[in-house]
């Protein structure tokens, strides 16, 4: 089965402190993964893909085959980070993205 | 370059009325697709147009149907509301359906059905 599992509802930290969002799938074939997060008041929009293994706004995330888990990992939190961050896999053959629960990142001054 | 929008922002509707939401794609681009966005939960694929054809359905019932025009726009129409369909309707789309391409979504259409 194809599955992406957030294991977090709510993560808390404190302005400069290292975040972790955790992200777990499940695949048959080969993963492509993503990160999309919203804002307040603000669409989807994309954060980051592990094919392109960009940096953006600081955060990376790396794929691990071994632990089929892609965390999304930033070293210092700042304010404007806080959104709702969803992991999700592209299904090669449909092309349909599938998505995790989601995640909201608070950071508190 | 334009984004992708959606029409309605809001819709109000009562169970077993029908329902029609619309999608403009960003331009250049040839595929859409839909997903359903409960209360708290992470969006789900209802189904993809590619170059106005359907290109793969998620796990919805019949009386979620679609079209996409030649211009690329598309429509989603669901049947027979039922209290279950209240949602956030999200279009996404992506230049074309390979690994690879990015879905790009609109602001969504939060449907209530009463």
């Known amino acids: 089965a194809q599955r992406v599992t957030q294991p977090e509802k709510l993560l808390s930290v404190f302005k400069g402190a290292p975040v972790e969002l955790k992200c777990n799938y499940s695949?048959?074939?080969?993963?492509?993964l993503f990160w999309y997060v919203q804002y307040s008041r603000q669409r989807l929009q994309l954060l980051l893909r592990h094919i392109s293994r960009e940096s953006i706004k600081g955060f990376t995330a790396d794929l691990n085959k071994g632990e089929t888990s892609f965390h999304l990992k930033k070293p210092f939190a700042q304010e404007e980070d806080s959104a709702m961050y969803y992991c999700a896999l592209l299904s090669s053959n449909t092309g349909k993205l599938i998505f995790g629960q989601g995640t909201t990142l608070q950071v508190k001054p | 370059e334009t984004g992708v929008t959606q029409s309605p922002t809001h819709l109000i509707k009562t169970r077993g009325q029908q329902v029609t939401l619309r999608c403009s794609s960003q331009?250049?681009?040839?595929?859409v697709s839909w997903y359903q966005q409960a209360l708290g939960q992470g969006p789900q694929f209802i189904f993809q147009y590619y170059r106005e054809e359907e290109n793969g359905r998620g796990n919805f019932p019949p009386r979620f149907s679609g079209l996409q025009f030649p211009n690329y726009s598309s429509e989603l129409n669901v049947n027979a509301l039922e209290l279950d369909d209240s949602a956030l309707y999200l279009c996404?789309?992506?230049?074309?359906?390979?690994?690879?391409?990015?879905?790009?979504f609109g602001p969504g259409t939060r449907l209530l059905v009463l």
């Open positions: 996404a789309s992506s230049l074309g359906t390979g690994i690879g391409e990015t879905q790009y």
């Open positions: 695949y048959s074939g080969s993963p492509e």
């Open positions: 331009s250049g681009h040839n595929t």
